[in-house]
Each structure stands twice: as C-alpha cells, then as structure tokens.
C-alpha cells in the first residue's frame, strides 16, 4: 500500500509497504517550502501545497514534481487539497480562498465562497458532494463538485482544521477547550452538526 506524508523544510515522505518503512520523496525546490497537504487521485498522479501558494503535481508517481500556476501570488498559504479525479482537484485556503481544476491544474479558477476565514481541510464524499472547514468553526458544503459553496451550522467558534468524510461516517477536528486541545463533531444531517465523542 502506497502512502504519503509532507511538512515542513520541503519535506515529502512516501511509502510502499503500508507504512512499515518510509522514503524521502524527492523535491528539488529547496527547503524553503512547508508542504501542508498532499493528495493522490491514482498511483502516478498526485498534489502538494503549502507555502506561498505554491501547487505541486506529480505524474510519475512523485520521482519529479512540477509547480502549476494559478495566478493568486499573496504569499499566503494553501492548507487543504482534495483530488477528486486526475483532472478534478479542489485546492482551499488562506482569505477564504478555493481553486479548481478540471484539467489537472493546466488552469485553475477562483470559487465564490461567503466567508473570508482560512480554510483548513477539505473533503469530498463523491465528486460532487464536500466539506471544507477553516477557521472560526467555519464548515462549508458543496454539492456541485466545489463550484458553489454554502456555510452549514457549526457548534464552534474554534478554528477547523481537518474533516474527513467516508460513507458510513464524517467527523471534523479542531481546538476545543479540552487537555489535548481536540474534539470531533460529527454531522447531524444536511444542515448542522453536533459535538461527538473525543
């Protein structure tokens, strides 16, 4: 089983074992970058974002890695990447901001979104259906494959900082004023969500 992990100083990490043994991945850009998020739509095809708004994507199973342009230059950070195929990717964060592809990243563009937080995590169910969260307890849902998007009830203030969504269960985490500082929530239906289990 394929994996793989990213972070700070341009780190990149995979396995090929299930996680027994892990590899540095190979980046040649430096160590300049902290990579935040990573997501893989097959075995060869992949992103990476981080700093400076910076978008990787890979086509050969990470031996190389290509920054794609998306035309927003603040030097802000991306935080969450979702691929939901090997053209469709959705890209979310700081200022409220989301980028997607239908090309696989040849051309990125801007989703309208109502609120102007950082956004943390994103998660799709299928290819039309997904959450992202950020900060100030923000949650926001799509049903349109990430074209739209609209706020959902949230029972917190604290910042959001990833959800993951399978068929048979969601749960998103965040700062909770708990020793560890976490607390899951999960969904109570299409509209809000409620506290669950830490």
């Given at each position: 089983t394929t994996g793989w992990a990213v972070g700070s100083a341009g780190t990149m990490l995979y396995t090929s074992n299930g996680g027994e043994s892990w590899s540095q991945g190979t980046w040649s850009g430096g160590t300049f970058y902290t990579w935040k998020a990573v997501s893989f739509a097959s075995t060869?095809?992949?992103w990476v974002v981080g700093t400076d708004r910076t978008i990787l994507r890979t086509l050969d199973e990470g031996l190389s890695w290509v920054v794609q342009s998306h035309g927003i230059e603040d030097g802000r950070s991306w935080h969450g990447v979702e691929a939901l195929s090997e053209s469709t990717v959705i890209v979310v964060g700081d200022a409220g901001k989301v980028l997607r592809t239908t090309d696989g990243g040849l051309t990125w563009s801007s989703?309208?979104?109502?609120?102007?937080?950082?956004y943390y995590g994103v998660s799709f169910l299928t290819e039309?259906?997904?959450?992202l969260v950020g900060d100030m307890g923000t949650i926001m849902h799509t049903v349109d494959g990430g074209l739209t998007w609209q706020a959902q009830g949230s029972p917190t203030l604290n910042p959001l900082y990833a959800v993951h969504f399978k068929p048979t269960y969601r749960w998103v985490v965040g700062n909770w004023l708990l020793p560890d500082g976490t607390l899951?929530?999960?969904?109570t239906g299409k509209e809000g969500w409620a506290v669950g289990s830490s």
């Open positions: 060869s095809v992949g989703q309208a979104t109502t609120a102007f937080v950082p039309s259906t997904g959450w899951n929530f999960e969904t």
